[in-house]
Nanobody, 114 residues
């Protein structure tokens, strides 16, 4: 059974940076494609990034500011976030398709506030 666990969230000021981590267990991460989704209060989920093999892709809202990466040796995926804005405030989840079933973690909260 695939299990995902996010960490690294926190409260930062606009313009600052955070790096989120997503540890995958129950599977070899090199076999996984991984995405990051966020959900702001009162809004629906927003896909923001994914990595398929070594190929990243990004939503326009984060392109140029966020970087997704993976460390297969650690079964860990990362989302490096720079130039954070108040509109980036949300709960961030990593998610993957595990045999046709969407699996996601519990999420980690990011608050961007002055």
């Amino acid at each position: 059974e695939v299990h995902l666990a996010e960490s690294g969230g926190g409260t930062v000021q606009p313009g600052e940076s955070l790096t989120l981590s997503c540890v995958a267990s129950g599977v070899t991460s090199s076999n996984l494609d991984m995405g990051w989704i966020r959900q702001a209060p009162g809004k629906g989920p927003e896909w923001i990034s994914e990595i398929k093999g070594t190929s990243p892709s990004y939503a326009d809202s984060v392109k140029g500011r966020f970087t997704i990466s993976r460390d297969n040796a650690k079964n860990t995926f990362y989302l490096q976030m720079t130039g954070l804005k108040s509109e980036d405030t949300a709960r961030y989840f990593c998610a993957t398709d595990a045999g046709g079933q969407l699996v996601r973690g519990q999420g980690t909260q990011v608050i961007v506030s002055s």
